[in-house]
């Protein structure tokens, strides 16, 4: 998700809901972007993140209420553009080692699927997310969609930084 900056206090906050999906199956062909990424800042309410993909560097937080279920699939949500070197630098100060991962963009099913083939020590892993409208909005899977994972914690790219599924 891309937010520019909310200069009028009036619109509504940016929020991101994803659901994440194992795969059983083969994945068709997409668009392929390389994405790393590290974590400054990792809890159970909010994340502190700064990737490079391809070429374009971000930062971007998210955070959940302090009252939401540890089940909730959405949260709020800021990314913006920063320079190549500040994202590079941040990184040295980052949290455990970057994760590195292949994302394939596949349009399905009327959906879009990030799918992430993960390297390094979470090499092995691959998933699929897909951004929603609303928590109840009907996902439509694909065949080669697996089970749902969205609310198991291990499966979040801030916790695969922590306990990388090679050791699992």
């Known amino acids: ?96 080692e970057p994760i590195e991962k292949t994302r394939t963009i596949i349009l399905q099913n009327g959906h879009t699927w990030e799918v992430d083939t993960f390297h390094g020590a979470n090499a092995g892993l691959i998933v699929a997310e897909v951004e929603l409208e609303s928590e109840d909005q009907p996902v439509h899977c694909p065949d080669w969609i697996g089970r749902e994972v969205s609310s198991e914690s291990k499966y979040f790219n801030s916790q695969l930084m922590k306990a990388p599924y090679n050791t699992w």
């Open 1 to 96: 998700m891309k937010n520019q900056f909310f200069a009028d206090k009036h619109l509504p906050m940016p929020t991101e809901i994803e659901r994440k999906y194992l795969i059983k199956g083969t994945i068709p062909k997409g668009s392929d972007t390389q994405i790393s990424q590290a974590y400054l800042c990792t809890d159970k309410l909010r994340t502190i993140r700064v990737r490079i993909e391809d070429d374009i560097a971000t930062i971007n937080v998210k955070t959940k209420p302090s009252d939401a279920s540890s089940t909730t699939i959405t949260r709020m949500e800021y990314e913006y553009e920063i320079p190549l070197t500040d994202a590079q630098e941040m990184r040295e100060c980052a949290i455990g």
